[in-house]
T-cell receptor
Framework: KNEVEQSPQNLTAQEGEFITINCSYS?????LHWLQQHPGGGIVSLFM???GKKKHGRLIATINIQEKHSSLHITASHPRDSAVYIC???????????FGTGTRLQVFP | DGGITQSPKYLFRKEGQNVTLSCEQN?????MYWYRQDPGQGLRLIYY???????QKGDIAEGYSVSREKKESFPLTVTSAQKNPTAFYLC?????????????FGDGTRLSIL
């Protein structure tokens, strides 16, 4: 079993829909990252969380440390949100990340 | 603008050939990383370096080598010993402190076998 699990693997939505992507992990962590990978392959860091909730524009990330679970929400989704969203955790007190396999999101107009 | 530059974007390797992927950063970061991405799998760590002239093996180091002679540069060589090199390779950097700083990623190099 992977230490970081994401669901769903694939997600399609109509423009304007509310999107939720989930991430569960089985190890002790010091931080959790949400990353966005566009079709060209480059990766952008969206959020880094160690507790609570963060918001940036239409994106919201939450984490529940007790339940070892995080969610990424996209409000009023847009075709330009189409990308692969990757959850990664920093294990314990190391600087190394463990990555989920990603969720491929396609938003249609 | 500060960032990470990977080159080339696409690379082709012949059987038995070594190839080197370039990664340069101007973020003044101490730590640099190389990851491999295969379809349907999460990124896997190949090598990392937390300081100049020092580096450690990651989870899948066999068939790869690195050097860290300068703070801003962390080239990855895919040797002929790597029997399945076709993948997408990503370089990243961070401040290196265990202080929850995010890793910054390059745009990747896609390596294929001729």
């Amino acid at each position: 079993k992977n230490e970081v699990e994401q669901s769903p693997q694939n997600l399609t939505a109509q423009e304007g829909e509310f999107i939720t992507i989930n991430c569960s992990y089985s190890v002790g962590i010091s931080a959790l990252h949400w990353l966005q990978q566009h079709p060209g392959g480059g990766i952008v860091s969206l959020f880094m969380l160690s507790s609570g909730k963060k918001k940036h524009g239409r994106l919201i990330a939450t984490i529940n440390i007790q339940e070892k679970h995080s969610s990424l929400h996209i409000t009023a989704s847009h075709p330009r949100d189409s990308a692969v969203y990757i959850c990664a955790v920093r294990k314990g007190d190391t600087d190394k990340l463990i990555f989920g396999t990603g969720t491929r999101l396609q938003v249609f107009p | 603008d500060g960032g990470i530059t990977q080159s080339p974007k696409y690379l082709f390797r012949k059987e038995g050939q070594n190839v080197t992927l370039s990664c340069e950063q101007n973020l003044n970061h101490d730590a640099m990383y190389w990851y491999r991405q295969d379809p349907g799998q999460g990124l896997r760590l190949i090598y990392y370096s937390q300081i100049v002239n020092d580096f450690q093996k990651g989870d899948i180091a066999e068939g790869y080598s690195v050097s860290r002679e300068k703070k801003e540069s962390f080239p990855l060589t895919v040797t002929s010993a790597q029997k399945n090199p076709t993948a997408f390779y990503l370089c990243a950097s961070s401040s290196g402190q265990v202080s929850n700083q995010p890793q910054h990623f390059g745009d990747g190099t896609r390596l294929s076998i001729l």
